[in-house]
């Protein structure tokens, strides 16, 4: 179990490293003017951690993860994902007062 931890670690590290030479889609759209750079950072977290949660996904289905690992990272993501979706209505809510 700790070498299945450690080696989602490194993978996630690799991932996160290696996110300049992917490029991407929010990287490649160039920001407007107009648009507030906290909005543009949340959305970007938001993206990011979405795929987080989809390479989770599909690390339990390689066999990657165990049920109980992938329940406890996927519990993890998601409850981060809500947090960020939170800050982000109310940074938009606030945005528009």
Known sequence: MEFLLAALLII??????????????AEAAPASADEDPAVADLEARKEAKYREIRDAELDREQGKLSEADWARIDAELRQEAIEILKELDRVKGGAGD
Do not use: I, K, Q
């Open 12 to 25: 996630l590290l690799a991932w996160f490293v290696a996110a300049p030479l992917r490029g991407g889609e």
